[in-house]
């Protein structure tokens, strides 16, 4: 049954386009696949056994911890992005781990050793592999970006209009949000206080451009946000 699943999530990712049926079934023999619950931990950036993860379902935060023990979310993991040690290096210091955002999640990876030795064998997989990391140091960059240059409010505004965007259901210009933050997840997100992004969120729900809860967010009209 995995094995099953393994090949038909691997044969759709985009990573793999340039990849033959022979050469995905190589690939399954190589990769692993797991699933996991609400809370676990998964990934370690100490591990003695470094790996490259492919998400195929749910969502999962990676955790950046500083030298005094505190934490910071890197990055929101959604279904088809990778992370692990997506530099192909073990950088033991970096200290950061990834933890299940909901209730269940699926993810395919690889040994580091065996990942590199595919690309070099593979140098159309090289490529595509160097183009779709690059698009995520972009992103990173333009995240930094908006935490060096814009205050609370418009980062917080910021993350939920491009949250809609990439995982809102949509109807004209209303967009629904399945909601698997807290607000302190929310508050590491923006590196602000618990305390401000719940006032911010609140001060959006008392202007009627968003409605919060739990288990979703709902906002009316994204263009009045």
């Known amino acids: 049954m995995y094995d099953e699943l393994k090949y038909w999530y691997l044969r759709d990712h985009k990573l793999f386009l340039t990849l033959n049926m022979s050469q995905i079934k190589q690939l399954c023999i190589i990769s692993g696949f797991k699933t996991a619950k609400k809370g676990e931990v998964i990934y370690f950036s100490s591990s003695d056994l470094p790996r490259i993860y492919l998400l195929k379902k749910g969502n999962i935060k990676i955790v950046s911890v500083d030298e005094e023990g505190n934490e910071t979310i890197k990055e929101i993991i959604q279904k088809g992005d990778l992370f692990g040690e997506l530099s192909l290096e073990n950088d033991g210091d970096v200290n950061e781990y990834a933890k299940v955002l909901t209730d269940e999640v699926s993810i395919c990876s690889f040994l580091l050793s065996d990942?590199?030795?595919?690309?070099?064998?593979?140098?159309?997989?090289?490529?595509?592999?160097?183009?779709?990391?690059?698009?995520?140091?972009?992103?990173?960059?333009?995240?930094?970006?908006?935490?060096?240059?814009?205050?609370?409010?418009?980062?917080?505004?910021?993350?939920?209009?491009?949250?809609?965007?990439?995982?809102?259901?949509?109807?004209?210009?209303?967009?629904?949000?399945?909601?698997?933050?807290?607000?302190?997840?929310?508050?590491?997100?923006?590196?602000?206080?618990?305390?401000?992004?719940?006032?911010?969120?609140?001060?959006?729900?008392?202007?009627?451009?968003?409605?919060?809860?739990?288990?979703?967010?709902?906002?009316?009209?994204?263009?009045?946000?």
Request: contains cysteine.
């Open 115 to 225: 990942f590199e030795d595919l690309l070099v064998r593979n140098p159309s997989l090289a490529l595509s592999y160097t183009k779709f990391v690059g698009l995520k140091m972009k992103r990173f960059k333009n995240n930094y970006s908006n935490l060096v240059s814009k205050d609370a409010r418009t980062r917080l505004i910021s993350f939920i209009k491009d949250w809609a965007e990439r995982e809102g259901i949509q109807e004209g210009k209303k967009y629904t949000i399945s909601n698997y933050l807290t607000q302190t997840d929310i508050a590491q997100i923006i590196c602000t206080s618990r305390q401000t992004a719940t006032l911010l969120l609140n001060e959006l729900e008392e202007k009627n451009l968003i409605y919060y809860n739990r288990k979703e967010i709902t906002i009316e009209d994204i263009s009045k946000l």
